[in-house]
């Protein structure tokens, strides 16, 4: 779909929880990354936790249980009402908030920011990137942890997803998607055309996102003014190496 608008302004509504393969939706899984995130950032309960880019509030729900103050922010409105929805019929208090993760609206307020499931990357280069991590350490209060899930860069282009590799799903009662994958080099990223059919309707998203290296995201965080960073291979812990798909990173406001 190209109207002009970034792809992530028009991908994350009818089609993204439709037809996009959405496999953490699984509850067990969901706990499982939160256990990961408590246990690398130490949360206990009544802080004060910020969930960028939060969906349809599958994390957020999960830690509003377990007694933390949850605020989940993300720019889609379609994914933030089905969020509300699922948090009330849970039971579990969360504060929306619809805005840019470039335009966080706090300041010095949280005692932890998440960008989870391979959030940070959307944008459209480093510089954009960058706007995320100065507005993230801005919304902590000092001594305040961020935490970011992203795509080890290193992992992708050594991963089965190589360049024209291509996937048909099928994702319900004649709804298909077809997603074919690109590595690209410069702007280095991950791409992913995705075609959704059901019946004659068909639609067209073109997805990029920016992925980096541990070395790379690290000098970012610490541009953002973040210290103590450490880099973890999975929520569960672990080194990183050029075959662990993700790069956990945890750093700490000044």
Same mark, same amino acid.
């Not at 953002?224 to 990183?240: F, H, K, M, Q, T």
């Given at each position: /779909?190209?109207?002009?608008?970034?792809?992530?302004?028009?991908? #994350?509504?009818?089609?993204?929880?439709? #037809?996009?393969?959405?496999?953490?939706?699984? &509850?067990?899984?969901?706990?499982?990354?939160?256990?990961?995130?408590?246990?690398?950032?130490?949360?206990? &309960?009544?802080?004060? %936790?910020?969930?960028?880019?939060?969906?349809?509030?599958?994390?957020?729900?999960?830690?509003?249980?377990?007694?933390?103050?949850?605020?989940?922010?993300?720019?889609?409105?379609?994914?933030?009402?089905?969020?509300?929805?699922?948090?009330?019929?849970? *039971?579990?208090? %969360?504060?929306?908030?619809?805005?840019? /993760?470039?335009?966080? &609206? #706090?300041?010095?307020?949280?005692?932890? %920011?998440?960008? /989870? #499931?391979?959030?940070?990357?959307?944008?459209?280069?480093?510089?954009?990137?960058?706007?995320?991590?100065?507005?993230?350490?801005?919304?902590?209060? &000092?001594?305040?942890?961020?935490?970011?899930?992203?795509?080890?860069?290193?992992?992708?282009?050594?991963?089965?997803?190589?360049?024209?590799?291509?996937?048909?799903?099928?994702?319900?009662?004649?709804?298909?998607?077809?997603?074919?994958?690109? @590595?690209?080099?410069?702007?280095?990223?991950?791409? @992913?055309?995705?075609?959704?059919?059901?019946?004659?309707?068909?639609?067209?998203?073109?997805?990029?996102?920016?992925?980096?290296?541990?070395?790379?995201?690290?000098? /970012?965080?610490?541009?953002? *003014?973040?210290?103590?960073?450490?880099?973890?291979?999975?929520?569960?812990?672990?080194?990183?190496?050029?075959?662990?798909?993700?790069?956990?990173?945890?750093?700490?406001?000044?």
């Amino acid at each position: /779909m190209d109207n002009g608008r970034p792809w992530y302004q028009e991908f #994350f509504k009818h089609d993204y929880r439709t #037809f996009w393969s959405v496999g953490p939706d699984d &509850p067990e899984r969901t706990c499982r990354e939160v256990d990961g995130v408590r246990t690398l950032l130490d949360l206990q &309960p009544g802080l004060q %936790v910020l969930d960028l880019c939060c969906g349809q509030g599958r994390h957020c729900i999960e830690l509003a249980r377990r007694g933390m103050i949850v605020t989940g922010l993300d720019l889609s409105a379609t994914l933030l009402a089905e969020a509300r929805q699922t948090a009330a019929a849970a *039971g579990a208090q %969360v504060r929306w908030v619809e805005s840019d /993760m470039r335009q966080i &609206p #706090f300041e010095g307020e949280f005692d932890a %920011v998440l960008c /989870m #499931f391979t959030a940070f990357g959307y944008l459209e280069s480093d510089e954009e990137d960058q706007k995320v991590l100065e507005a993230a350490a801005r919304a902590l209060r &000092p001594g305040g942890r961020l935490l970011l899930d992203l795509a080890n860069h290193d992992a992708t282009g050594r991963s089965s997803l190589r360049s024209g590799t291509r996937e048909w799903r099928e994702v319900g009662s004649g709804r298909y998607t077809l997603v074919e994958h690109t @590595m690209c080099l410069y702007p280095r990223s991950w791409r @992913m055309r995705v075609i959704c059919l059901e019946g004659a309707r068909a639609t067209e998203h073109v997805l990029s996102i920016r992925a980096y290296t541990a070395d790379e995201i690290a000098g /970012m965080v610490t541009r953002a *003014g973040l210290e103590d960073i450490r880099i973890y291979g999975s929520l569960a812990g672990g080194e990183p190496t050029l075959d662990t798909n993700r790069l956990v990173v945890a750093a700490r406001r000044l």
